[in-house]
């Protein structure tokens, strides 16, 4: 069956401007996670979904990233006023949502963002 | 807050041998432990995890162990083949939480 999918595989932009990336979780899955992974480093949370609500966003880095979820399936992290220092691979992962807590994640492959 | 590092940022393997990959923890009341696999240019792929309450868990051709005494988690792939090389993360959760903390990776390059 089809994975995680997001769009776009890359994105460049310039500095200040807005951005948006999707996330299409694999049918099903009612949580969903936003992870960003610079050049080197392991991803690090930003926000999780359970169903339509942010469930955790204490990974935020500040108030221009913001992420919805408005149906319960895809997703949106929006950053606004983007700085150079914003650029990285952002990871989007889906998962059962079982209670335990210990259901697998399974990642898309990402978006590179770059801003110039 | 939590914070989980690796040992080694690389390792070299010859091939057919076993690779073992190291990982530490700082918070005790993590209780779940998630090795991952990343190739380039893709998203983490997961390879197998444990719960705080095991200390050994095994796969195919992998093998998970836990110490939480010294808060030491190590993956061990036994006949270590080229398409193993890739980048390993150690990820932890605590509490039955979903949040995710990811160590910063052992790349593992494997000889022919």
């Known amino acids: 069956g089809a994975g995680v999918s997001q769009t776009p595989s890359n994105k460049v932009t310039e500095k200040g401007k807005y951005v948006e990336l999707r996330c299409d979780p694999i049918?099903?899955?009612?949580?969903l996670y936003w992870y960003r992974q610079s050049l080197g480093q392991g991803p690090e949370f930003l926000i999780y979904?359970?169903?339509?609500?942010?469930?955790?966003d204490s990974g935020l880095p500040n108030d221009r990233f913001f992420a919805v979820r408005p149906e319960g399936s895809v997703s949106t992290l929006k950053i606004q006023r983007t700085e150079r220092g914003d650029s990285a691979m952002y990871l989007c992962?889906?998962?059962?949502?079982?209670?335990?807590?210990?259901?697998?994640?399974?990642f898309g492959p990402g978006t590179r963002l770059t801003v110039l | 807050g939590e914070s989980v590092g690796l040992h080694l940022p690389t390792l070299s393997v010859q091939e057919g041998d076993n690779s073992i990959i190291n990982c530490a923890y700082s918070?005790?009341?993590?209780?779940?432990f998630i090795w991952y696999k990343q190739e380039s240019g893709k998203g983490p792929q997961f390879i197998i995890d444990?719960?705080?309450?095991?200390d050994k868990r095994q796969g195919q051709r992998v093998t998970v162990l836990l110490n939480k005494t010294v808060k030491h988690l190590s993956l061990q792939i036994a006949a270590t083949q080229p398409g193993d090389s890739a980048v390993y993360f150690c990820?932890?959760?605590?509490?039955?939480?979903?949040?995710?903390?990811f160590g910063a990776g052992t790349r593992l390059f494997v000889k022919a």
């Open positions: 992962a889906s998962s059962l949502g079982g209670l335990a807590g210990t259901d697998t994640q399974y």
């Open positions: 049918s099903g899955h009612t949580a």
């Open positions: 979904f359970q169903g339509t609500g942010a469930a955790d």
């Open positions: 918070n005790s009341a993590s209780d779940y």
């Open positions: 444990i719960r705080s309450n095991m």
């Open positions: 990820a932890v959760r605590r509490g039955g939480g979903f949040k995710t903390i």
